[in-house]
């Protein structure tokens, strides 16, 4: 149709085609079937490897589906990303920055030796280390406050109440010796004022709040929007959060692959093991993909592929 013809001739068919678009990339990599479902947490590995949504949410409002947009899926490592937003609004740019960094580790992101080889500085966020110490600086007096805190503030960023997936929390809760241990390190080089198990548990739940693709366009889109949810008017966060944000995500947010990803696709981005990946474009809005089978990094293959295809066919490239 118009908007292959407008591809493949290098034009862009722009935001007028978006409808008609996002089933042409739906259409495109529905039968691809490359990568493997996450499975080092239980539960996941029961995911559909079939599903396969694609949602552009835009900073005004318009919402473009095709396929599984609707399908609940754990939001994982996604959760890390809107947190660090929440915990920049509550205490601000410098207070996090000095306590969590803002650069790649170079390593995995459950890696205890960048911790190690760091004098145990997390140094970003998006690795499960920072992530940790991240949510540990949430406000709230107690876990359950915290929980409570983190649970609302990530619902005002989908603009609809999220519910914890207590299967994929248990699951998780069982396994996760390795979160258990790395906050116990961060503890030791007084990273983490709090009680280290307590902190993992809300990072286990934080991980385990269920979203659909659709969500993810629209908690993106607020990012994208300066932190104003497009479709429910809330401010969830300050523009100088987004920034914050999104330059955390342009550097750190698709693992080991960031600089790769920044150099063929161009937007802050996020990706989570259950096989979500959120991508923003600021002032006009983001992707959510879902699809479960991952690449050996843990990004989803198809929500890569898709994301680029609209990247480009959308002109968002930042650079
Ligand atoms: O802590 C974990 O291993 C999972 N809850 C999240 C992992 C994930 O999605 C990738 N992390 N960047």
């Not at 966020?125 to 409570?148: H, I, K, Y």
């Not at 548990?201 to 607020?222: E, K």
């Not at 696709?265 to 699809?291: E, Q, R, W």
């Amino acid at each position: 149709g118009e908007v292959e013809q407008a591809v493949s001739t290098g034009s862009l068919p722009g935001w007028g085609l978006v409808d008609e678009l996002v089933h042409v990339v739906h259409d495109r990599y529905r039968s691809h079937d490359e990568g493997v479902v996450a499975t080092y947490i239980p539960v996941l590995a029961d995911a559909d490897p079939g599903a396969f949504g694609v949602c552009v949410a835009e900073t005004s409002g318009g919402i473009h589906e095709a396929g599984d947009t609707g399908v609940d899926f754990s939001v994982q490592s996604i959760s890390k990303a809107f947190v660090y937003a929440l915990v920049c609004e509550a205490l601000g740019h410098e207070a996090v920055r000095e306590r969590v960094g803002v650069n790649n580790t170079g390593l995995g992101f459950s890696s205890v030796m960048a911790l190690e080889l760091n004098e145990g500085h997390p140094m970003n966020p998006m690795v499960n280390a920072g992530a940790l110490a991240t949510t540990a600086m949430m406000p709230g007096s107690s876990f359950a406050e915290q929980w409570e805190n983190v649970r609302t503030g990530l619902s005002r960023f989908a603009g609809r109440q999220l519910a914890l997936d207590g299967e994929v929390y248990r699951s998780e809760s069982a396994t996760n010796m390795r979160n258990k241990a790395i906050a116990r390190l961060l503890q030791s080089y007084g990273r983490i004022d709090l009680d280290p198990l307590g902190v993992v548990d809300v990072y286990t739940r934080q991980c385990s709040l269920l979203v659909t693709a659709r969500d993810l366009a629209v908690m993106g889109a607020t990012l994208a929007d300066g932190g104003v949810n497009p479709l429910t008017g809330d401010r969830v966060v300050s523009g100088q959060v987004c920034r914050d944000t999104l330059a955390v995500l342009a550097s750190t947010g698709m693992y080991e692959r960031s600089g790769e990803w920044l150099f063929e696709i161009g937007l802050p981005a996020k990706s989570g093991v259950s096989g979500g990946i959120v991508a923003v474009a600021p002032g006009k809005g983001a992707i959510g993909t879902f699809s479960p089978r991952l690449d050996p990094a843990g990004n989803s293959v198809r929500g890569q592929r898709a994301t680029g295809y609209l990247s480009r066919a959308l002109g968002l490239n930042v650079f």
